[in-house]
């Protein structure tokens, strides 16, 4: 296998913020990691129960604060306000200033879902649409907003690589920092994907967990088998959240971890949303990100591990054939918040970060833990959408 390899500079972490159904404090946050209870309900949609996984009420409640502070802000979807009152939080941990020149880059894998839908079905009844439905839809209108917010007069990026979306942020923001143009990047993703065509959209691909998926080697019920290779159903579930990331150039002495490596690659597909069965993409970005740090110093992977079949088996086989003499501990968390899409890759690098700092690993409940480490120096996140686009990130302490 060819290895491309880059001379990386160090880059700090020096905040990470996120709102998903896991709360919103990273105190909460972790509290909800170290319990075994996931965050997947019901809700109706047209008259039919489907397992989602939503952030709480009171998270909601802040988000329509927002809405109501500035009447500019009342007519944005909710992807939109997620990642404004994630990028306030962020910026204030990070002790950056509002106004600064700091770049952003946050995506997301869907956009304005919710209220494209809405406008939409406006449209089918009068054939007219509101004046709004345009510029609140576009998909820059996510950066632009929180640049708008936050008064910034850096470069502002917004895209959509699908479910390796967050990462490929977190990419472009390491890119600028190390070109010299800027020094400090906000990354991350933000996705609002539980309306009823999305996932319709998603049940039609035959992907999407149905309810009261059981299976029994499982003591209790868990709709998403994320990392259960030995399911033989599709079980993935749909969650909304938005996650940000600070990035500083250089070794900060405050950072809450460093990235140490990097790499992405995108294989040719056979299929429009399938990858191969031993993950080839996934198996270079994951080289790359080693770079030249031994597979055996990795001590954890936070995997992609959508609760698919193929997905889940994929990723496995990819990272048994890097990590060779010691496959690290194996965990993921869309058992518990569901597949955040374009927001997953933020989550995931928040759960690294989180794990790190705690010095505890945190697995999936029903899937047997091997090589759990007794220290945590080196964390490996995974993301990867359709397409094939996949990037890993190797994070250090």
Known sequence: M??????????????????SPL??????????????????????????????SQISE????????????DSKYKSLDKTVLFAMCTARQAIKQAGWVAGDNFGINIGSSRGATELFETYHEGFLKTNTVETLSSPTTTLGNI???????????????????????????????????NSGMCTKFLVGGSEAPLTPFTI???????????????????????????????????????????????????EKQDALALIKGYGYATEILKHNIS??????????????????????EVDIIVMHAPGTVKGDSSETKAIENVFVNKTP??????WKLGHTFGASGALSIEFAVLMLQHQKFIGVPF???????????????????????????????
């Not at 047997?368 to 250090?396: C, D, R, T």
Request: net charge neutral; hydrophobic share 40%.
């Open 58 to 69: 009171k998270t909601l409640q802040d988000i329509d604060a927002l809405k109501q502070a």
């Open 143 to 177: 950066s632009s907003w929180v640049a708008h917010d936050l008064q910034t007069q850096g470069p502002e990026i917004s895209h959509s690589i699908t479910c390796s979306t967050a990462l490929h942020s977190v990419l472009n923001g390491i890119a600028w920092i």
């Open 329 to 334: 501990a194996l965990t993921t968390n869309k």
């Open 367 to 397: 899937v047997e833990q091997k090589n759990i480490p007794k220290k945590l120096k080196n964390i490996m996140v995974n993301a990867v959408g359709f397409g094939g686009n996949a990037v890993s990130i190797l994070l250090s302490r």
């Open 275 to 296: 990858i191969s069965s031993d993950a080839q993409c996934f198996q270079k970005s994951m080289s790359m990100a080693l770079g030249d740090t031994s597979p055996d």
């Open 2 to 19: 060819l290895q491309i390899f880059f001379v990386q500079k160090p880059i700090s972490i020096t905040a990470i913020s996120s709102i």
């Open 23 to 52: 709360g919103r404090l990273a105190d909460e946050i972790w509290e909800n990691y170290n319990h075994d209870h996931h965050c997947i309900s019901e809700k109706i949609y047209n008259g039919h129960p489907i397992l989602v």
């Open 200 to 250: 319709a959209q998603m049940q039609a691909l035959k992907i999407y967990a149905k309810r009261n998926t059981k299976l029994a080697s499982v003591s209790q019920e868990y709709p998403c088998q994320a990392l259960n290779l030995n399911k033989t159903k599709n079980t993935m579930v749909l969650g909304e959240g938005a996650s940000v990331v600070c990035l500083e150039q250089g």
